[in-house]
């Protein structure tokens, strides 16, 4: 409770006696009431009409949880001003939980240096309200910063085709790819798909998906020592599981397409592997797509889905349970199966409690997957896989949609509000819950004996 | 190891230098080759054509590991010898993994007492050759009775409306019930469909189903104790857990199907309800369904595929991840949800290790699923949900079809063998390999720190 105070002190929120996980959640509601009433009104839009307060409820919390489902396309629908705001509740949903879960991180960090004095491998900053100001700081200038490097890069590549449009698009995409929102502006739903075999598009925009979702505990520590042996043990897992799972995407989406002449069929080779390869990355939670996801075979689908469900890093813009999360279960498991006491991850030992609470992260957000699925699947009349999906895709903050999205009912887009905001706000604000929790039982019963499996 | 070669010495098998588990699966797969080659064999055909390899070998294996999935209809393929070899392979298969897995059971809670000098709940007997006699005679004692009973009733019933054939129909249909293998005689992959409304027949299944799905361990325990204060914490545990998630499938069945015309909608209050009750039965892994399945919703479909992959207890004939280990990880996440250092269940302690397994052996059960549904989505053009269901019926043993298994491809048949065998004998297998895994790490690193979620 200490540090948690502390914590609220920082913020200078104590005297209001919130806890920093309903400071975490009410700020985004509020964030998200403003997107809804802006979003409503008729200025925002194209044809003068604002949206229904249902429909804005959903952009605004889209945009704010960074999914990037959308009910109306963003491109046509909305107006310069709407766009703009949109693309203002994006960076501020995005910049905001990184700031909030990178300082909280480094509490956490302090906090079990302090009180269980291990040695910590990670030299931490002591969190003085100058360091949260300078940290905060360094967040806010990263992000301007590689904004604009992507943004410069796209505007030059779409000027000479849409003049002073194409400097907007790409200023407006290069932030909606850092903060992996996913939303775009080329109408129709189309997403980039006319850019399928674009190289410098597609590694700009890849690069910036991938930045963002590494978060910026990775960054500052790969920026601050640049030598492999000398990043964290958190830095080196996300890199190191980033890289397997891009090429794991990449490699099994190019296998499962090859032959489909509606997504990879007709492309020329350059243009199947950087498919591939956009695909793959898009999975880790941007959603842009660059070829028809609902082509896409049945199996192909399906391998998205626990791609998507696993998601990018902690602290990044990135969704999903996190790839750390899954790391740490794998190495949980495979030290079981090769009769080890503990699990072991670059030569260190993964502690009981940690695997207790990814497993706690994983179950609680499969739960909620599988209820929310079956409630999707009573109120919308679609397939199954397909209701899975807009589903992990909205859970996980990725945005891909097979297209349900755009013909749900009232009920349906109630239900996907919750789940989009559960998905980022909720599973942020649970990892906080569990990272601190360490409350003793005053009472420990003898321990019982049952069979499994 | 000692004991491990204790057990072996017991069963007179060291001398071969064979594990337990290579005892079991070789015992399994050597049981399932006479199968198949006595299914093979024209005489056990009405047709007098005996069965192709690939079809003998999925019979014999779904016979042998009680899954109940069938590519010929049994009850119209086979002739009287034919359906004698299917029962013997049932009842063999079904006792003899339920006395291996209690037995092992029995030695490894001796080590676990030995070892960790734990305070036992359980009373255990000494592991003498005699008593593992002893035990193993109660158990085929027990089971030839239950079945005996259950196929007089069920005779009773059947011999006023199929004369002789009524009597046989009895008591083979009570040996599949209580091994819970869902295989039927009625012909054209009706199952039980045409008894949906009848009370005895419905009653009379489901017991043997549900006492089948307990396991020896929890019958001796309720046979010898007969008071709830009495029963192990094992046996307390299986029979809250049966009766909570008995009940919620069969509320949850009817709330979802109530006005399925093609389910239950036609059917009166009393048959609805039986017929609810019998679906929720028959997913603790029997397999016998009393109305058409195929025709459910998907939300219903989904959530049977939830209860399907969760099954039965250990020990038992039942399949699946073990109700057992659903409860100790949801233990594990209520207590840490609490902020509680260890998960209780029934007043007693959980330790983490056990927590550990019960996780280890769902990870690897999703993995497997996940696996095998992809590769099956890609040999099969059968919409997602159809084939999900149809895996997960497959490695938990329960053996309901939407109709796929009928329309196998060769490649489709071969990967649902694999998956029958690894869903019964691997699964097993595996909790008692995890069960008997004490060894510890030579080197202990630093622990590290990860941020999750
Ligand atoms: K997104
Ligand atoms: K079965």
Same mark, same amino acid.
């Given at each position: 409770?200490?540090? /948690?105070n502390?914590?609220a002190n920082?913020l200078h929120l104590s005297a209001w006696k919130f806890t920093p996980?309903q400071i975490?959640?009410l700020g985004?509601?509020g964030?998200? $009431?403003?997107?809804?009433?802006?979003?409503?009104?008729?200025?925002?839009?194209?044809?003068?009409?604002?949206?229904?307060?249902?429909?804005?409820?959903?952009?605004?919390?889209?945009?704010?949880?960074?999914?990037?489902?959308?009910?109306?396309?963003?491109?046509?629908?909305? &107006?310069?001003?709407?766009?703009?705001?949109?693309?203002?509740?994006?960076?501020?949903?995005?910049?905001?939980?990184?700031?909030? *879960?990178?300082?909280?991180?480094?509490?956490?960090?302090?906090?079990?240096?302090?009180?269980?004095?291990?040695? $910590?491998?990670?030299?931490?900053?002591?969190?003085?309200?100058?360091?949260?100001?300078?940290?905060?700081?360094?967040?806010?200038?990263?992000?301007?910063?590689?904004?604009?490097?992507?943004?410069?890069?796209?505007?030059?590549?779409? !000027?000479?085709?849409?003049?002073?449009?194409?400097? !907007?698009?790409?200023?407006?995409?290069?932030?909606?790819?850092?903060?992996?929102?996913?939303?775009?502006?080329?109408?129709?739903?189309?997403?980039?798909?006319?850019?399928?075999?674009?190289?410098?598009?597609?590694?700009?925009?890849?690069?910036?998906?991938?930045?963002?979702?590494?978060?910026?505990?990775?960054?500052?520590?790969?920026?601050?020592?640049?030598?492999?042996?000398?990043?964290?043990?958190?830095?080196?897992?996300?890199?190191?599981?980033?890289?397997?799972?891009?090429?794991?995407?990449?490699?099994?989406?190019?296998?499962?397409?090859?032959? &489909?002449? *509606?997504?990879?069929?007709?492309?020329?080779?350059?243009?199947?592997?950087?498919?591939?390869?956009?695909?793959?990355?898009?999975?880790?939670?941007?959603?842009?797509?660059?070829?028809?996801?609902?082509?896409?075979?049945?199996?192909?689908?399906? =391998?998205?889905?626990?791609?998507?469900?696993?998601?990018? *890093?902690?602290?990044?813009?990135?969704?999903?349970?996190?790839?750390?999360? $899954?790391?740490?279960?794998?190495?949980?498991?495979?030290?079981?199966? /090769?009769?080890?006491?503990?699990?072991?991850?670059?030569?260190?030992?993964?502690?009981?409690?940690?695997?207790?609470? *990814?497993?706690?992260?994983? =179950?609680?957000?499969?739960?909620?997957?599988?209820?929310?699925?079956?409630?999707?699947?009573?109120?919308?009349?679609?397939?199954?896989?397909?209701?899975?999906?807009?589903?992990?895709?909205?859970?996980?903050?990725?945005?891909?949609?097979?297209?349900?999205?755009?013909?749900?009912?009232?009920?349906?887009?109630?239900?996907?509000?919750?789940?989009?905001?559960?998905?980022?706000?909720?599973?942020?604000?649970?990892?906080?819950?569990?990272?601190?929790?360490?409350?003793?039982?005053?009472?420990?019963?003898?321990?019982?004996?049952?069979?499994?499996?």
């Open positions: 409770m200490r540090l /948690r502390r914590f920082l996980y975490l959640a985004f509601a964030l998200i $009431m403003i997107g809804t009433l802006l979003l409503m009104m008729p200025i925002t839009a194209v044809n003068g009409q604002g949206l229904s307060l249902v429909d804005a409820l959903f952009t605004a919390t889209s945009a704010v949880c960074i999914t990037g489902l959308v009910v109306v396309d963003t491109g046509s629908h909305f &107006n310069l001003f709407g766009q703009s705001v949109i693309i203002f509740l994006i960076q501020i949903g995005g910049l905001g939980i990184m700031t909030m *879960a990178t300082l909280m991180a480094l509490v956490i960090g302090r906090k079990i240096q302090l009180r269980e004095r291990l040695v $910590m491998q990670e030299a931490l900053n002591h969190m003085t309200v100058a360091g949260v100001v300078r940290l905060t700081q360094s967040i806010i200038i990263s992000t301007l910063v590689i904004e604009f490097i992507g943004g410069t890069i796209l505007a030059i590549r779409w !000027y000479p085709d849409l003049g002073l449009t194409g400097i !907007y698009f790409g200023y407006w995409h290069a932030v909606s790819s850092f903060c992996n929102a996913g939303f775009d502006l080329f109408g129709n739903f189309h997403s980039l798909t006319n850019y399928v075999d674009d190289t410098i598009i597609n590694l700009t925009v890849t690069s910036l998906i991938i930045l963002g979702g590494l978060g910026f505990t990775v960054i500052f520590d790969v920026w601050n020592h640049r030598k492999w042996q000398d990043f964290s043990l958190h830095t080196k897992l996300v890199l190191f599981t980033t890289i397997i799972l891009l090429a794991l995407g990449t490699l099994v989406i190019l296998l499962l397409e090859i032959n &489909n002449p *509606a997504t990879l069929g007709t492309l020329s080779w350059k243009g199947k592997i950087l498919a591939s390869y956009f695909q793959s990355v898009t999975l880790r939670s941007a959603g842009y797509n660059t070829v028809s996801v609902v082509d896409m075979q049945d199996a192909t689908i399906f =391998f998205m889905v626990i791609l998507m469900f696993i998601g990018a *890093a902690p602290t990044s813009t990135g969704g999903g349970i996190k790839v750390t999360t $899954m790391s740490i279960l794998i190495a949980a498991v495979w030290a079981l199966i /090769r009769g080890k006491n503990d699990a072991e991850i670059f030569q260190r030992r993964i502690s009981q409690r940690l695997i207790y609470k *990814a497993f706690t992260l994983v =179950f609680l957000s499969t739960a909620l997957v599988v209820i929310v699925t079956m409630m999707m699947s009573i109120i919308q009349s679609e397939s199954f896989l397909k209701i899975l999906f807009e589903v992990v895709s909205a859970f996980a903050t990725v945005g891909l949609s097979l297209g349900i999205t755009s013909t749900l009912t009232m009920q349906g887009k109630i239900v996907m509000i919750i789940t989009m905001f559960a998905g980022r706000v909720g599973l942020v604000t649970l990892a906080l819950a569990l990272a601190l929790r360490t409350k003793r039982a005053k009472v420990q019963y003898p321990e019982g004996k049952i069979i499994i499996g």
